[in-house]
C-alpha cells in the first residue's frame, strides 16, 4: 500500500482518502493524503485504512467482490465512498451496499472531485474539520462538536491525552504505547495499540460526529486532525498534596532552572541535604518523600497505584504542578533517577532535563546485556528480604555505601532503612529491583546526565556505557568514589557535576 501525501492550497475537504485500485492518473485537490491499495486483497490486509476518511473504489480486476468490500467498509467506517464503474454490478445493489456515489468507469478527475465534494456536503458539513473537540478529563469523556459525549476507557484517556499535548503534531506509536500501558508496553505488540484505535475511532464514528479526526501517518503513528482542547480533571488541592510528600521548598522563587530530589529506595529526602547545602542558597530545589516512605503521610501509598514505578512518576508530575515548577531539571537517585525518567517520558514538555544518580535501565543479566545479577540470583536476594527484612536491611545498607559497618554514613543509610515500612520496602523492593526501563531510553527526548561511581555493588559499569549510548541527549560522568550513594558520601562532587550540566543548558 503505497501513500502519497498531496498538498493542497485551498482548505482541506479530506485529510486521508483510500484508493482501492489501479493509481488515479490524475491528483485530487483539497486531499491532504491518499493512499493507494493496488487491489481489495492490499486494502484489506493493510490496517492503516482505518484511519481514513473517504474512499474510492476504482475497476478492480481480482479480490474481494465489490459489493463486499462495501460492507467491510461500512462494519468500520461511516466515512464517503464513491465507486468507479463496476461493469456488470447493479448500481442499486452498490448503493444498498454501503456507496454513496457511483460513477461509470470512464469518469474522469473533475467528475471524481465533484462526487466526492457532493458526498463530503452532506456527511461533512462545512468546517467541520476546524470545529474544536475537547477532552473532558474529569469526566473522562470527549465532546464533539456537534455536542455529542463519548466515553473513554482508561486507555482511549491516555491516547486522547497525547493527542492534546501534541496541539496537531504527530504522536509516535512508541510513545502512545508507553502511554497507555506504561513500563508494560515493551511487552505489547503493535497489534494492541491499533486496536485501541480501531475501538476510539469507532466509538467516534457511533457516537453522530460529523468525522473521526484520528488520522495514520505513516511509518510514525497517529495524529488528531482537528483543534482539540483540554478540560482539566479535579486537581486535588496543592496544599493537601505538598502535606501529603512531606515536600520541602527552599531557595529564591525566581531561580532558574529549579531542581527537584528524587530519593532511592527505602530512604527520604534527607539523604539528599547535603548536595543541596553544597548547591547553595541560591538554588531553588524541592524535595519530597516517595509515597510509603519518610514523612510522607501513610495513605499516600497505595499497593495499586504503586504496583509499578508509574504510580510513583504520576505522584512526581502531580508534586511538580502542585509547586508551580516551571521546566525543573529532575534529580534522581537509582530507583528514583527510574521514577524521574518516567516522568520524563510521559511529559517531556513539563521538565527541562534529567540528573540519574547511580541509575540502572534493568539489574537483570541477558545475553546482550550486563545489569549486575543472574534473575535466580536477585530473586534469591529478594526471598531474604521478604523472610525477614531488618537483618536483610542492615546487611544491604553499609554494602550500598561501601564503607565499615561502623561507618557514620553506613550506620544512617542503614537507620532510614530500618525506619521504612517492611511492607511497604517489601513491596516497594519487587517494584524497583525487577523494572526494566530499556526500551524507554531511546525515547526520552531531554538532555541527560549520567553520574556513575566506581565499585558500585549494584550497578556495574557497563550499565552506565549502555544508557549513555541509548539515550540520545546523555552526558556520562563518572566519580571516583566508591559504592551506589555518592549524593551521601561525596555531595560536593554530586554539586559539581550538576552545576557543569545546568550551565550547559544555558
Known amino acids: 500500500m503505497d501513500v502519497t501525501d498531496v498538498v493542497a492550497e485551498e482548505p482541506v475537504l479530506v485529510h486521508r482518502l483510500t484508493w482501492i485500485g489501479p493509481s488515479p492518473a490524475f491528483s485530487l485537490r483539497q486531499v491532504a493524503e491518499v493512499i493507494v491499495a493496488d487491489d481489495a486483497d492490499d486494502f484489506v490486509l493493510e490496517a492503516g485504512w482505518q484511519g481514513s476518511d473517504f474512499f474510492v ?76 473537540w475537547t477532552f473532558a478529563a474529569a469526566s473522562s469523556r470527549l465532546l464533539t462538536p456537534e455536542g455529542y459525549e463519548i466515553d473513554l476507557s482508561e486507555a482511549e484517556q491516555q491516547v486522547i491525552a497525547s493527542f492534546a499535548l501534541a496541539s496537531g503534531e504527530p504522536v509516535s506509536r512508541e510513545q502512545l504505547m508507553h502511554r497507555v500501558w506504561g513500563q508494560s508496553a515493551a511487552r505489547c505488540s503493535d497489534n494492541a495499540l491499533q486496536a485501541v484505535m480501531y475501538r476510539l475511532r469507532r466509538r467516534i464514528q457511533q457516537s453522530g460526529a460529523a468525522f473521526a479526526p ?30 501529603r510528600h512531606h515536600v520541602r521548598l527552599q531557595g529564591p522563587a525566581a531561580a532558574s532552572p529549579p531542581l527537584v530530589f528524587i530519593h532511592g529506595y527505602a530512604c527520604d529526602q534527607g539523604v539528599w541535604d547535603g548536595t543541596i547545602r553544597a548547591l547553595g542558597p541560591q538554588r531553588r530545589t524541592l524535595s519530597y518523600d516517595l509515597a510509603g516512605h519518610g514523612g510522607s503521610s501513610p495513605r499516600t501509598y497505595s499497593v495499586g497505584r504503586h504496583a509499578t514505578l508509574d504510580g510513583h512518576a504520576k505522584d512526581l508530575i502531580q508534586i511538580c504542578s502542585a509547586a508551580d515548577l516551571d521546566q525543573p531539571v529532575l534529580v534522581g537517585h537509582s530507583v528514583g533517577a527510574s521514577i524521574g525518567l518516567l516522568a520524563a517520558v510521559r511529559l517531556p514538555q513539563h521538565f527541562k532535563a534529567l540528573v540519574l544518580v547511580t541509575p540502572s535501565a534493568s539489574y537483570v543479566n541477558d545475553a546482550t546485556y550486563e545489569g549486575g545479577f543472574e534473575r535466580d540470583e536477585l530473586l534469591a536476594l ?125
Not at 445493489?93 to 474522469?108: K, M, Q
Not at 545498607?397 to 532503612?417: D, G, I, Q, V, Y
Open 214 to 243: 484520528i488520522q495514520s501517518v505513516a511509518k510514525v503513528g497517529y495524529r488528531f486532525c482537528a483543534p482539540l482542547a483540554t478540560e482539566p480533571a479535579a486537581a486535588e488541592p496543592s496544599s493537601d498534596l505538598i502535606q
Open 57 to 132: 473504489i476504482g475497476p478492480l480486476e481480482h479480490g474481494l467482490p465489490v459489493p463486499d468490500l462495501l460492507r467491510l467498509i461500512r462494519k468500520r467506517s461511516q466515512a464517503g465512498v464513491v465507486v468507479l464503474g463496476q461493469g456488470s454490478a447493479p448500481i442499486a445493489s452498490l448503493l444498498r451496499a454501503g456507496a454513496d456515489f457511483v460513477l461509470p468507469g470512464d469518469a474522469g478527475a473533475d467528475d471524481v472531485q465533484a462526487a466526492i465534494e457532493a458526498v463530503q456536503r452532506r456527511v461533512h458539513p462545512p468546517g467541520a474539520t476546524n470545529a474544536p
Open 382 to 506: 529478594l526471598k531474604e528480604m521478604d523472610a525477614d527484612y531488618l537483618p536483610w536491611a542492615r546487611r544491604l545498607a553499609p554494602e550500598l555505601m561501601a564503607a565499615p559497618r561502623s561507618h557514620a554514613l553506613s550506620k544512617s543509610l542503614t537507620e532510614r532503612f530500618c525506619r521504612c515500612d517492611p511492607s511497604v520496602a517489601q513491596h516497594f523492593g519487587r517494584v524497583s529491583f525487577l523494572t526494566d526501563q530499556r526500551a524507554l531510553l531511546p525515547l526520552v527526548q531531554l538532555p541527560t546526565l549520567i553520574i556513575q561511581c566506581r565499585d558500585d555493588p549494584l550497578v556495574p559499569r557497563a550499565v552506565g556505557d549502555y544508557m549513555h549510548a541509548a539515550m540520545p541527549q546523555s552526558k556520562l560522568v563518572r566519580l571516583d568514589v566508591p559504592g551506589h550513594c555518592p549524593h551521601l558520601s561525596a555531595p560536593d562532587q554530586v554539586k559539581i557535576a550538576i552545576d557543569d550540566f545546568c550551565a550547559s543548558l544555558g
